[in-house]
């Protein structure tokens, strides 16, 4: 490894941090970089990752901390290193350059461009040696210069034509509704995806399908349907017991690496346990089940204890690795179970949490599961924290602690939520603190940032996500608040997305009119691991204007809705947020006011019940008679007491019903 840091040093991403040290020449993504590649006339090396990406490691160490393969980088091309997470949209587009030239994606990314930005090279991951049918890095770099020093014409046709390719709009996938006949479809098709065996979607591996599940949720307390519940129940339960949830600290992991759950990758990132969090929250509320109180507190905690910064915000993600050994500061032997609880307590571990002799994991560890609850939920307890404090003793997984903006809105909305629903105020305070850091070090001139680190905002742009999932998570605060601030600041966030990204035929850009000009801007509404930019921004449009009675957002919400109907229809899966919002539309969303003085208990009651609806999309604002009189908040503006005591106000769409003053007659309108 390089003694002298590189130019990365100065960097504010901890992906781009741990390279500083390598003795390739990096640079920054930037103007420099590209007119250093006029001036020398060579190509640029992109390579793409993330601080949390396992093989993005294993590549840095075989090739990129190696002397000799470092100077080939340097004398044949100018080396740009991108964390993923701080610039999706350089991301987006040369992704889809990469599965375009060789049908396939992921991270580690290396693509090689001309010094227009234009691609002519792509691949992922490159062995040091020649392995598996791969060839070496090395020898990579070397086909390349010379393509590039004598085969200049033919680099430039593929570029061209690779560029052409990247700039072609895609015509609108759908003008029409997602309508209740689609989504009884996607229903169907799901369930011919559903492993019936081990739950969840495919086969391996397989990741949390947290937006499809929303979706199902919602359409089970929408229609009844027993399918779309069969399927959430059987997922929600296969993964909060499985190995790809964090047995005694809870979270979860990236992905598992096995059909069963068993085996995680496991990183954990915040996107993931956030919506999570939302999901088994929503998930006890419909079905009453324990097991999602739990896993929604237990992540909950996880994500204050592990991930929330000393700012307030919250980290990106945990490491998969610690001593250069993936999962090791998760897995267990029988005798480390023994070692750290006793012989007796030791061998009961390993049959609740199925520790095996042959291990389910690597090296004779296992990881941990909890197929079903112990009897003796005392001696449980006591052996998850006994083991907890040895575990404290190992050596941790190291964190990616920037707070990027449209995650902390994923985080803001499903603590806040969770606060109220499991009654903790502490994640609603939990949830207030990030939103603040988002205004204070993230929201400059009414615009955001993407990324900060330290309590220093860094300076990239925010993209569409970062706008519709920090607008969502403000009008979530406003939820469990009643504070208008969070409307106002919703409101100009949104405004800004209308004004900014939005495409003539109702769709969204992923980036601003006014954003760096790439290659091509991108543009993808189908949802991956965390939602598209254009899914995230419907559910605040929706939000909002069931809030404010705005037919503008409504209007921009069913529109974007409308271009995703070929994909909805095709490919449900990566359409789980869009055809949730879907079931808003459908379902109102219903419009909920409960108003009476804040010591009044029939209030609470009221509030609780509504708050407890599972109807797709609903929002509830609770105030007094003093702060509804001129409010802010128009769903809560001049609704009163009924004859002197607290009432609940109920609308779907336009139409509004009596107000009612009995938890009865409130469950009967919802």
Not at 131 to 160: S, T, Y
Not at 338 to 363: K, R, Y
């Amino acid at each position: 490894m390089g003694s002298v840091p590189n130019r990365l040093a100065s960097a504010t991403s901890p992906y781009l941090l741990q390279h500083a040290q390598n003795p390739v020449d990096w640079w920054e993504w930037g103007e420099e970089a590209f007119a250093e590649a006029r001036k020398r006339d060579v190509p640029i090396l992109l390579s793409v990752g993330y601080a949390a990406c396992h093989w993005c490691h294993v590549m840095a160490h075989e090739s990129f901390e190696d002397p000799v393969t470092a100077s080939h980088m340097n004398a044949q091309f100018v080396n740009v290193k991108v964390d993923r997470e701080e610039r999706p949209d350089v991301d987006a587009v040369y992704m889809q350059a990469t599965t375009a030239m060789t049908g396939h994606g992921g991270w580690p990314m290396t693509v090689v461009l001309n010094p227009d930005g234009e691609p002519f090279f792509a691949g992922t991951y490159f062995p040091d040696q020649p392995r598996h049918g791969q060839p070496a890095f090395r020898q990579i770099l070397a086909a390349l210069a010379e393509a590039w020093r004598d085969r200049r014409a033919e680099v430039g046709e593929v570029a061209a034509n690779i560029r052409d390719h990247l700039r072609q709009q895609a015509a609108p996938a759908g003008a029409a509704d997602l309508d209740e006949r689609l989504l009884e479809g996607v229903v169907e098709t799901l369930g011919r995806e559903f492993d019936q065996t081990a739950a969840g979607f495919g086969t391996a591996p397989k990741f949390p399908p947290s937006m499809v599940l929303e979706f199902l949720l919602r359409h089970q307390a929408r229609t009844g349907s027993a399918m779309a519940g069969q399927m959430v129940d059987a997922t929600c339960e296969a993964m909060a017991r499985g190995g790809i949830y964090d047995q005694l600290a809870g979270g979860f992991a990236r992905y598992s690496v096995d059909r069963d759950w068993v085996v995680p990758h496991f990183e954990k990132m915040l996107y993931d346990n956030a919506q999570l969090l939302g999901l088994y929250t929503r998930w006890w509320r419909q079905t009453g089940d324990p097991l999602g109180a739990r896993v929604a507190r237990e992540t909950a905690d996880f994500m204050l204890t592990e991930l929330r910064t000393d700012q307030g915000g919250f980290a990106s993600a945990l490491d998969a690795d610690s001593e250069g050994v993936e999962g090791k500061f998760y897995a267990w032997t029988p005798e480390q179970l023994v070692e750290a609880l006793g012989a007796e307590d030791g061998a009961w571990a390993a049959s609740v949490f199925e520790v095996t002799d042959a291990g389910t994991f690597e090296h004779g560890a296992s990881t941990m599961q909890l197929l079903t609850d112990p009897d003796d939920t005392e001696r449980w307890l006591s052996v998850r924290r006994r083991l907890l404090d040895a575990r404290s003793t190992r050596v941790r997984p190291a964190r990616d602690d920037k707070v990027v903006a449209a995650w902390n809105g994923l985080a803001v909305a499903s603590l806040a939520e969770a606060g109220l629903l499991l009654e903790e105020p502490r994640y609603v305070e939990a949830a207030s603190a990030a939103a603040r850091l988002l205004v204070d070090l993230h929201l400059r001139d009414g615009r955001l940032l993407r990324v900060s680190r330290d309590g220093a905002a860094g300076g990239h742009a925010g993209v569409l996500e970062d706008y519709g999932c920090v607008a969502h998570g403000f009008l979530m605060l406003l939820s469990a608040t009643g504070d208008p601030v969070w409307l106002e600041r919703a409101a100009s966030l949104l405004d800004t997305a209308l004004t900014r990204f939005v495409a003539d035929d109702g769709g969204f850009f992923d980036t601003a009119d006014d954003a760096e000009a790439l290659v091509a801007r991108p543009r993808d509404p189908s949802d991956n691991a965390s939602p598209s930019g254009q899914s995230a921004l419907v559910h605040a449009l929706l939000t909002y204007a069931a809030v404010t009675g705005s037919g503008r957002h409504r209007d921009a919400a069913e529109a974007a809705l409308r271009n995703v109907h070929t994909l909805a229809e095709r490919v449900p899966r990566f359409a789980g947020w869009s055809l949730a919002a879907a079931e808003a539309v459908l379902a109102g969303p219903l419009e909920v006011a409960v108003v009476g003085a804040e010591a009044d208990p029939v209030r609470g009651d009221l509030e609780r019940v509504a708050r407890m609806s599972g109807s797709p999309g609903t929002v509830v604002l609770v105030g007094s008679p003093e702060t509804s009189a001129g409010s802010a908040v128009p769903l809560l503006a001049e609704r009163g007491l009924v004859d002197g005591t607290a009432a609940a106000y109920v609308c779907r769409g336009t139409v509004c019903d009596r107000p009612v003053t009995t938890v009865d007659d409130l469950r009967a309108l919802l």
